[in-house]
């Protein structure tokens, strides 16, 4: 069973550092992308972007270009979201989302979902 | 990237049949069938519902059904049910770079 596991919910200040992760399991984790999704309080889903955990090549929708950092693991099978200097408008739930194996490249699983609070 | 147009809520009552569309332009709606649909309860995830324009997951009830016609996909519930309402979301494949792109979401309320 494919499953994505998330890290738990963060309260940061505003500049702080952070790093959230999400571990993938009951499948090929080299061979599918996983991609990351804000959700802001009250909001709907904005797609940030997505990498290649084969290759590590990563991809930003334009509005989160520069603002954050996708990378990945392989060799634990996990990949990570992470922002240098926090800001309060970074509050919000954040979701890692893969396709469902062998039946649609489109996201088919998603984790939990990480809740991020930025406030000082 | 802008995000697919989507009505901000729709509602019907139990029994009948509800659609909701999503607007996007020749450079991923109308480009790629690799349109899907989420529905989200509050506090959870999203859970896809239909993939690849108009497939249902194992799982899913046969009472979703999508279509697409150009720019413009749907969702359409027949025979609502209370559990039914949700928040529902489109999204589609936008190319290489942008991958993927969201719908604002619209909100169905059984009535």
């Known amino acids: 069973e494919v499953q994505l596991v998330q890290s738990g919910a963060e309260v940061k200040k505003p500049g702080e550092s952070l790093k959230i992760s999400c571990k993938g399991s009951?499948?090929?984790?080299?061979?599918?992308?996983i991609g990351w999704v804000r959700q802001m309080p009250g909001k709907g889903l904005e797609w940030m972007g997505i990498?290649?955990?084969?290759?590590?090549?990563?991809r930003y929708s334009p509005s989160f270009q520069g603002q954050v950092t996708i990378s990945a693991d392989k060799s634990i099978s996990t990949a990570y979201l992470q922002w240098s200097s926090l800001k309060a408008s970074d509050t919000a739930m954040y979701y890692c989302?893969?396709?469902?194996?062998?039946?649609?490249?489109?996201?088919?699983?998603w984790g939990q979902g990480t809740l991020v609070t930025v406030s000082s | 990237q802008s995000a697919l147009t989507q009505p901000a809520s729709v509602s019907g009552s139990p029994g009948q049949s509800i659609t909701i569309s999503c607007t996007g332009t020749s450079s991923d709606v109308g480009s790629y069938n690799l349109v899907s649909w989420y529905q989200q309860h509050p506090g959870k995830a999203p859970k896809l519902m239909i993939y690849e324009v108009s497939k249902r997951p194992s799982g899913v009830s046969n009472r979703f059904s999508g279509s697409k016609s150009g720019n413009t996909a749907s969702l359409t519930i027949s025979g609502l049910q209370a559990e039914d309402e949700a928040d529902y979301y489109c999204c589609s494949y936008a190319g290489s770079s942008t991958s993927w792109v969201f719908g604002g979401g619209t909100k169905l309320t059984v009535l």
């Open positions: 989302v893969t396709p469902w194996p062998t039946v649609t490249m489109a996201p088919g699983y």
């Open positions: 009951g499948y090929s984790f080299t061979s599918y992308w």
């Open positions: 990498i290649y955990p084969g290759d590590s090549d990563t």
